[in-house]
């Protein structure tokens, strides 16, 4: 007898495509989640603006030196440490206890000086001003505190946002220092409203991407660690508390003597509002659409921005352009 045969196989059984793929003309089926996989972390910046703002004041601070040519003015009897630095020897302690130049050289070179700004018309002197220090001791706090806040705001946002923030907020520090009265017979150095501003602007910074911080404390998982970036690597409370310390001390430092806390003031101000308009987040929980695989559907998309965003955003950047008009105003007419 022969071996019987055995039946052929089947074929295997396609699945019946989904009205959907009917429709489109595809035979992959549609994924449907309401979450897509995490998108990748966001690249931190790196900071070079910082140090170059660095290199840009230590700088002038040499050049100042050289210019004021402390053995030439005033005698090398009257110049400190004549012996070790020569031409570059600091005024004497009573003219200035900073270790730095005279003050006529400050004002020759630009310093914010009343008279030469308002009835000379000298407008240029509200920029230059920025760039000058007293002396020594003023420019080391000075560069320790742009370090400090600086690197850690451009490695967060970039050059793009803080370079304007930092000129917004040193602009804003010499047009107040120069409003006020008490400023007429005193010249004004020094990068410190623009240092207030960055202070300012992390306290707006925290206060319009509040939902991120909330979100960051009140959850664990993962994805969220991805998708909201972390600042300063700190809880809701310790950032808050921490940032108005700071700036409580930096302000109660401006009453000291020959201390021009009118300039700290204006540049606070001025980076608090620039900081809602230019240090503005998306909100907790949105994701790009560049960062959504094809074939996934979010079903309730988070909106870029809150509402109070938008708010802060809009009120400041008013509030900004018409205090700098009207600043501007009362220089033309004192």
Request: aromatic share 10%; proline share 8%; net charge positive.
């Amino acid at each position: 007898m022969g071996r019987p045969s055995r039946p052929s196989p089947s074929p295997p059984v396609q699945p019946k495509p989904s009205h959907d793929d009917i429709e489109k003309g595809s035979k992959r089926p549609c994924h449907k989640s309401k979450i897509p996989p995490p998108p990748p972390p966001p690249k931190p910046w790196k900071p070079w603006l910082t140090p170059l703002v660095f290199v840009a004041n230590t700088s002038v601070f040499i050049y100042t030196m050289y210019v004021n040519d402390c053995p030439h003015t005033s005698g090398t009897s009257k110049c400190i440490l004549y012996e070790y630095l020569g031409r570059y020897s600091f005024q004497r302690f009573k003219e200035n206890p900073l270790l730095g130049p005279s003050y006529i050289t400050l004002k020759t070179l630009g310093g914010l000086d009343w008279t030469q700004v308002v009835e000379e018309k000298e407008y240029w002197r509200l920029f230059s001003c920025m760039w000058l220090h007293a002396g020594l001791i003023h420019l080391l706090i000075n560069m320790l505190s742009l370090l400090g806040l600086g690197i850690r705001l451009e490695h967060e946002f970039g050059f793009v946002r803080i370079g304007p923030l930092y000129m917004i907020s040193g602009f804003g520090g010499s047009l107040t220092s120069v409003l006020s009265l008490a400023r007429k017979s005193i010249v004004s150095v020094g990068a410190s409203g623009a240092l207030f501003g960055l202070l300012g602007s992390m306290l707006s910074e925290l206060i319009t991407n509040w939902s991120n911080y909330t979100n960051k404390v009140n959850t664990t998982s993962s994805m969220s660690s991805l998708l909201v970036p972390e600042p300063w690597d700190l809880t809701l409370c310790s950032a808050l508390s921490t940032m108005l310390l700071i700036i409580c001390l930096n302000l109660a430092i401006g009453f000291l003597p020959r201390v021009d806390n009118s300039a700290h003031i204006g540049g606070f101000v001025s980076g608090l509002l620039a900081g809602f308009v230019l240090l503005m987040r998306p909100q907790y929980g949105y994701i790009s659409n560049k960062h959504v695989p094809e074939g996934y559907q979010i079903k309730h998309k988070v909106a870029k921005h809150q509402v109070h965003q938008y708010v802060l955003f809009g009120t400041s950047l008013v509030l900004l352009i018409t205090g700098f008009a009207v600043g501007l105003q009362r220089l033309r007419r004192p």
